[in-house]
């Protein structure tokens, strides 16, 4: 069988603290991505959701210590640290970060940023490299004579597109994506998450959607994970994670958000989630949740499947009733 | 809270309210006497708010709808148009009333991080409305910021009273934010996007808070660009585009049966919870034009799916369609 | 384009323990910084000589104690200068001179500049028109020049040279200040209390003052040494009251007597490497606040470090559970 096109086994990061001690910042997160499918990594601020996107991509400060294997087709990326990932990043793996369409220069033609990626990492250069300029920016739906634009000439979508571009530039095979529709109209974000899907399911891109939105998720993304204090509490085929939610953390999720066709309650999840600078024991939502007992104080769960690639850290897993 | 008016008359009413900045020429533009232009924020705006009820004022970026708030208090000048609160005239208002009218009408921001002054503990903050207007001794005012504290779900009150902001969270500033509003009694209260910002567990909380006090006899006007929230909680929904109101009526009506091609887009791509949930999107291409060139006749004809010839020419009115009571669409085929 | 490191990711709902903000901005850093807290050394010894410099001199510092020239014994640490006055006395009491000087006229620009800057950048308009206009004028006037001017139309006297001093380098501080009250003007909450019906004094005084008078003092700081260095060399190109011992006026003496023919470094350097240790220790300690003030200065993400990859056998010790 060959490997997943993106695997990653039990990651771990931890940053330090001023004060001497270590935040947890992610405890053990794996899971697997393959050709032209879309995860969804959900969960609230603070859960490392965009602490494991930039392990990913070896973009952590230097406050930060990593462990565990991230495998782009079996070669494990971040063996040696900085040296082993850097021949990967933008070419294999690439990220529209958040507030990515803010962060072009404003001073350089947009063209001209789209190019810059390729010369640096070897893809290509010169007459070729503008060429594939001009093919990115029509693949994204931006004009091509854009490329001679300006940042501040192009709407925010538009932007946004242009940054997508930017991370396609080396023709990576899976590209990461922090709340890449969080600052856009719902018109606009529609676009963008159009073309993310269609990137998807063309191009064979493997995708990996960072948001704290999760009617996104559900509409967009193929599988989706859930992640709280630093973990991956739920995780299967997205449409199990509602028609048959196994976590208690994942239906009060799904609880909280308005939906536009649907009538009950909408109800807030009561408490904080825990702070991460010290170890937890038992489960981290147990303060939290309603179905909590005894033994879930004592004993910390593990991820456990529940249905066909699905999985669930909970002891009660099989009471939790489905969100739909 | 205050009792509902005896009257029918809505608490908050705008008619025909204009809103537009004026884009500076330079030396060159005066002197080439080149055409002035506007940024046309707001152009003939109608809406009203009774009291205990809930008015949301939903669109994209730049329709206008933030612009239309802050005209409504005063906080921006209106060019054109009316705006009155219990039957008073607001729009000409000299200082000295517009001060007492402010303890009225109250606005709440979207950014719970910048929204308090990060060098005031909660009581100075909640305390502050009542020291400007010089209401209340010091003991009074102790009350009062105990009393709207545990109003918002901050109890007990004084587990909170002495904190910094940075020692809250983002729904518990937001309360905060929302206690200080409260201290004066206002009877109209604007909410500019109050959860946009907030995490999703925590924005039920703070919706519910708004929800109590439109039943206590609050107007509310709520600003947002999220429908699912809108269609929730609002009693009305107010869509607006390119600083018009496109379409408005009972938030029910709106949601289930739009009449306007844009409403009718918007809610298709409104993502919902289930996945399995399939719908004909209709994504609009392009992006809202800006307002300062607004397209002749009918503002969303370049975009429409549906225009036609006379969508061009004809700038619509709001009218009700066949069929429907107090729901109104501004287009010529609705 | 990269993304902006923060070190650790924020950790939503938990609030910590109570600590006023107030003077904490600008005390931690410099208690912080070791290169800060050795200038704070330098000055305060030099303070120190300013405050108490009478009782460690006996007599009149100026009164000859011992020959002209003498090089550095053990009876005169620091030997004599042109008049046979011992220089460590001298020193010591122009160190009260000069820190008092530089004290003043840093007070006077602080004072001017601030509140220029601060109706500039609040009221905006043609106050703000005005009032920069009046600072770019006072901005490009040359300073030495215009201290020549002064100081021989209204003649050589200590105060003189405060007010001139003053009045050149208030601009820099009103440009600071007009800016950072521009940003706080258009803050939230100070749009928020404007909405309650706050007047501007409430405002000015309530809200803005507390968030630029931080810069201000950090601003103030350097001014001090600007200050005592224009001090210095006004004295030296004997436009200095004649009356009284600076640092400065010790060099000019210095010279006035033909020191470096006699080679008596030891009346030429030691004041030199006066001005030069508090100027530099008040620079130190300036920039230290301004860069904890400014966010903007931080360059942690230029950092050659990088993060650490573990081996499980190196993965953190379990840290002792804190009550949550």
Same mark, same amino acid.
């Given at each position: ?30 899971? !697997?991505?393959?050709?032209? !499918? ?13 602490? !494991? ?116 530039? +080396? ?49 967009? +993304? ?66 939290? +949740? ?5 033994? +879930? ?28 | ?36 232009? &506007? ?18 004022? #939903? ?39 517009? *001060? ?25 903050? #909640?305390?502050?409305?009542? #020291? ?12 009062? #910021? ?13 587990? &909170?009273?002495?904190? &910094? ?67 929730? &909680? ?90 429907? *009571?107090?729901? *109104? ?6 | ?122 009221? /905006? ?174 360059? /942690? ?24």
């Amino acid at each position: 069988m060959s490997p997943a096109l993106l695997e990653v086994d039990d990651l771990h990061v931890w940053f330090d603290l001023p004060n001497g001690r270590k935040l947890h910042a992610v405890q053990g997160v794996s899971f !697997t991505v393959d050709a032209g !499918t879309r995860l969804g990594m959900v969960g609230e601020s603070g859960c490392g959701k965009t602490t !494991t996107v930039l392990a990913l991509m070896g973009l952590l400060p230097p406050t930060a210590s990593v462990s565990g294997r991230v495998l782009f087709e079996g070669v494990d990326v971040l063996e040696r640290g900085e040296e082993t990932v850097a021949a990967h990043r933008w070419k294999d793996i690439a990220m529209v970060f958040q507030g990515a369409m803010n962060a072009f220069d404003p001073v350089k033609r947009i063209g001209d940023q789209i190019i810059e990626p390729m010369e640096l990492h070897g893809y290509a250069s010169g007459s070729e490299a503008s060429a594939r300029v001009r093919e990115l920016l029509e693949t994204v739906g931006i004009g091509p004579e854009r490329a001679r634009s300006y940042p501040h000439e192009l709407s925010g979508g538009m932007r946004q597109r242009a940054a997508i571009a930017m991370a396609l530039a +080396c023709s990576p095979r899976v590209l990461l994506a922090d709340e890449p529709t969080t600052a856009l109209d719902v018109m606009v974000q529609a676009q963008v998450l159009e073309l993310l899907t269609y990137l998807s399911n063309e191009l064979g891109l493997a995708l990996v959607f960072v948001t704290h939105d999760l009617p996104i998720v559900a509409q967009t +993304c193929t599988h989706a994970a859930v992640m709280y204090a630093g973990r991956i509490v739920e995780h299967g085929p997205t449409e199990a994670l509602y028609h048959e939610t196994r976590h208690p953390y994942t239906r009060m999720l799904w609880a909280a958000t308005p939906d536009l066709d649907a009538r009950e309650e909408v109800v807030s999840i009561p408490g904080v989630p825990p702070r991460l600078d010290s170890e937890l024991h038992g489960c981290p939502f147990a303060p939290r +949740c309603d179905l909590a007992a005894s033994r +879930c104080v004592a004993e910390r769960p593990e991820l456990r499947s529940v249905g066909d690639g699905h999985v669930s850290a909970c002891h009660f897993a099989s009471s939790v009733g489905a969100a739909a | 809270m205050t009792a509902p008016a005896a009257n029918g008359r809505p608490l908050l009413q705008v008619d025909d309210l204009v809103v537009r900045y004026r884009i500076p020429r330079g030396l060159s533009g005066s002197i080439l006497r080149r055409p002035q232009q &506007f940024v046309h924020a707001v152009s003939g705006v109608s809406l009203h708010v009774a009291r205990g009820e809930m008015v949301a004022l #939903v669109g994209e970026s730049g329709c206008g709808k933030t612009t239309t708030a802050q005209a409504i208090l005063r906080l921006v000048r209106a060019e054109a148009g009316n705006v009155s609160f219990d039957g008073v005239d607001v729009t000409g208002l000299p200082q000295n009333d517009l *001060r007492a009218l402010r303890r009225r009408m109250q606005i709440i921001y979207q950014d719970p991080y910048e929204s308090l002054d990060p060098r005031f503990r909660v009581s100075t903050t #909640v305390a502050e409305p009542l #020291v400007i207007h010089g209401i209340g001794s010091r003991a009074e005012r102790r009350e009062a #910021v105990t009393r709207a504290l545990e109003q918002v779900g901050l109890a007990p009150a004084e587990l &909170f009273a002495d904190r &910094f902001p940075h020692e809250l969270s983002g729904g518990q500033r937001q309360r905060v934010a929302i206690a200080a509003s409260l201290v004066l009694g206002p009877e109209l209260l604007v909410a500019d996007e109050p959860v946009s910002m907030l995490d999703v567990s925590v924005r039920a909380g703070i919706l519910g808070i708004l929800d109590e006090l439109r039943d206590q006899g609050l107007a509310v006007l709520m600003i947002t660009h999220d429908l699912s929230t809108a269609a929730r &909680f609002a009693d009305r929904i107010c869509v607006m585009y390119l600083g018009r109101i496109v379409e408005e009526g009972p938030a029910r009506r709106v949601i289930e049966d739009p009449r306007h091609p844009y409403t009718k887009a918007l809610l298709s791509v409104v993502p919902r919870r289930d996945p399995r949930h399939r719908v004909d999107v209709q994504i609009l291409r392009g992006e809202t034009p800006n307002p300062i060139s607004v397209p002749t006749g009918c503002r969303f004809h370049p975009r429409c799916p549906i225009a036609v010839e006379a969508c061009r020419a004809t700038d619509p009115e709001l009218r009700t369609p066949a069929g429907e *009571r107090d729901h *109104r669409a501004a287009c010529i085929l609705a | 384009m990269s993304p902006v490191q923060t070190g650790a990711p924020p950790v939503e709902e938990t609030p910590s323990p109570t600590r006023s903000l107030k003077w904490r901005a600008i005390a931690a850093p410099v208690l912080r910084n070791k290169s800060a807290m050795v200038a704070v050394g330098i000055l305060a010894f030099f303070v120190f000589l300013a405050v108490f410099g009478d009782l460690l001199i006996a007599g009149d510092p100026k009164a000859k104690v011992g020959d002209i020239f003498e090089p550095p014994s053990r009876e005169f640490w620091l030997g004599t200068d042109g008049g046979g006055a011992s220089m460590v006395d001298l020193l010591i009491a122009g160190a009260r001179v000069s820190l008092l000087i530089g004290f003043c006229a840093a007070a006077i620009s602080a004072i001017i500049g601030g509140t220029v800057g601060i109706l500039s950048g609040f009221f /905006g308009g043609k106050t703000d028109t005005v009032l920069m206009r009046t600072t770019d004028y006072f901005l490009v006037i040359p300073d030495v020049p215009l201290i020549i001017v002064i100081a021989a139309l209204f003649g050589r006297s200590t105060w003189n040279i405060i007010v001139i001093i003053g009045i050149i380098y208030w601009t820099f501080t009103a440009r600071l200040l007009r800016a950072q009250t521009k940003s706080v003007r258009e803050r939230v909450y100070v749009q928020r209390a404007r909405a309650l019906g706050a007047g501007n004094s409430r405002l000015v005084v309530r809200h803005i003052l507390p968030q630029v008078t931080p810069l201000l003092v950090a601003n103030t700081v350097l001014l001090i040494a600007y200050a005592i260095f224009a001090e210095t060399f006004i004295t030296f190109l004997g436009l200095g009251d004649p009356a009284t011992i600076s640092w400065g006026s010790l060099i000019e003496n210095a010279f006035k007597d033909d020191a470096i023919i006699n080679n008596a470094w030891w009346a030429v350097i030691p004041p030199g490497v006066c001005v030069m240790l508090v100027v530099l220790a008040c620079t130190i300690i300036g920039q230290t606040m301004e860069d904890a003030l400014n966010p903007r200065l931080r360059t /942690g993400h230029l950092s050659v470090r990088r993060f650490r990859v573990l081996r499980p056998s190196e993965r953190p010790e379990s840290q002792p559970q804190q009550p949550s």
